[in-house]
């Protein structure tokens, strides 16, 4: 924290030092979240809340009124239990999830709508120094749609930038989804990186033209954190389409193996740009988030590592095995998994077809993957988001090439737009909603499951939480030190997510009978600090000697058993 302070710090030194002309420029509002946070909050919430619950309001045709019965408000219709269908007219709502295709469907969507020629970002490569231009530049440009801020810095003293481009771009807007990319953590897998720069322009100067565009601007917040290992990159060359040079940061880390992990303890030190991006998904609730890759081309989702792994610590013979084993490692989340990832592919026409890059490297169904099944790896940044704060990942492998010719990005740009954006649209499907108590405070760190899947989330600091879930009928259990376990009822539609607020009710000192003895540990890792000071280090299994391997043999035929025996 300490060291976040002062990186903080010298950010904001160096923006305001930094020449801009607009006074409300990016510059001025750079850092602004971590600058709340170390002034210790939030100003002037309450008209924020306000604002945004109306807002809500109109956007969320379902309800689901506590306890447990789903209605619908602004209209007739509703969702009527026994046909199970969803019959509300819902009107005000834009595009929606399925919207874009209208809007954006191919190459000349938006044909006829020339951006502002100021606005053109050329399709070459962006150093870091052209990159850092490039972005402030738009944020003072666009002070109403993005926000510039830094999360830290790399081994060699770059800032980790990261841009956020959404209607509210200094302030989570209450109830609605914050979600992430993150490119270049490998510094020459480049395609990635020119792509959240060209994704940036796009969303800002579509904002005003394209009406799905709008309404996801104006319903989530998008933060894009172009490059992850900044030092990696300037050390990569163009044109090389494989190899190491570039990949690590600038201490020889492979980021991609520097998080901590689920299966396996992680031994590696934790470096600067690693450090940051947790600090990072340890301070905003992400729903949904991308890391953006090359070499391949494929949407790979979690597990990346498999419960194999701890046996293999001891024989080397094992890794060699496991490393040709192939074998699934799948989440108790693995339809929503393969939903997501299959919204990047089927949207994108090349991954889409599922071939090989080239003679010899695997050829995925459907262009996607399942992590380990692909090759296990430990310490990978997916897995870690979803484990220790549910928010759902997918590794986007967007080139055969890691570093085309600049030439090629056009191509790649046509490619992607469809699916960067309908991917982040998908943070508006499952449930999402409110935990309070009896007078409508909001509870945070209430820890919550949806029955079946267990790997928990928790609520924010305003009650709120998300999850993305399919069409269905769920079971949500909640669970708050001093407040009754709940378990209430929803339904999810394809249409529109489910809006399930839930009321906790004191526990009083006899009810201590009642509060479910295994609920927390049920809940896995779950996010937040609870699971740091609880888990992280070691590794919650990590003292359990290797003979355990019946648990993890048995983790496809029921993960539930495997969660609570590691964390009973
Ligand atoms: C930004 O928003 C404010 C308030 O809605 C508005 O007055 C102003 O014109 C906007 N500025 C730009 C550059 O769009
Ligand atoms: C859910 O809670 C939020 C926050 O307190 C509130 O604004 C919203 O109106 C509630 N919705 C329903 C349907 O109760
Ligand atoms: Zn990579």
Known sequence: MQSLLVAVAVALVAASAAAVASAKSADATDDLYYRQQSLGGLGGLGQVEDAAVDAEASADPITASDPSLLRSVGGPGGY??????????????????????????????????????????????????????????????????????????????????????????????????????????????????????????????????????????????????????????????????????????????????????????????????????????????????????????????????????????????????QNYASTPSLTPDDDVFKHLALTYSSNHPVMSRGVACKAGTPAFSRGITNGAEWYPLTGGMQDFNYVWYGCMEVTLELSCCKFPPASELPKFWEENRVSLVKFLAEAHRGVHGFVMDENGNPVEKAALKVKGRDVGFQTTKYGEFWRILLPGVYKLEVYAEGYLPREVDLMVVEQHPTLLNVTLHPAKRNDNLYRHPTVGDRLGPGPGPSYHSQHSAPAPHSSKPASDGGIFSSITSGFNNFVSNIFG
């Open 80 to 321: 009527n239990p026994n046909s199970g269908s969803y019959q509300g007219a819902y009107q005000g709502y834009q595009p929606g999830l399925a919207g874009y295709q209208a809007s954006a469907s191919g190459a000349d969507a938006t044909a006829g709508i020339p951006a502002p020629a100021h606005d053109q970002l050329d399709f070459k490569y962006h150093n870091y120094e052209k990159m850092t231009k490039y972005l402030r530049t738009t944020s003072s440009r666009y002070p109403n749609l993005t926000a510039l801020y830094s999360i830290g810095k790399s081994v060699q003293g770059r800032d980790l930038w990261v841009m956020v481009v959404s209607a509210s771009p200094y302030e989570h807007m209450i109830g609605k989804p914050d979600v992430k990319y993150v490119a270049n953590m490998h510094g020459n897998e480049a395609v990635g990186r020119e792509l959240m720069l060209h994704l940036v322009q796009y969303l800002v100067n579509s904002y005003s033209t394209d009406p799905y565009i709008k309404w996801l601007l104006d319903n989530t917040r998008i933060h894009i954190l172009p490059s992850m290992n900044p030092d990696g990159f300037e050390v990569s060359r163009e044109g090389q389409c494989d190899g190491g040079q570039g990949r690590y940061n600038a201490r020889g880390f492979d980021l991609n193996r520097n998080f901590p992990d689920y299966f396996k303890q992680n031994n590696k030190r934790g470096q600067p740009e690693t450090d940051a991006v947790k600090e990072w998904t340890s301070k905003i609730q992400f729903v949904l988030s991308g890391g953006l890759h090359g070499g391949a081309l494929v949407a790979s989702y979690p597990f990346d590592n498999t419960p194999n792994s701890r046996m293999c610590r001891s024989t080397p013979l094992c890794s060699v095995f």
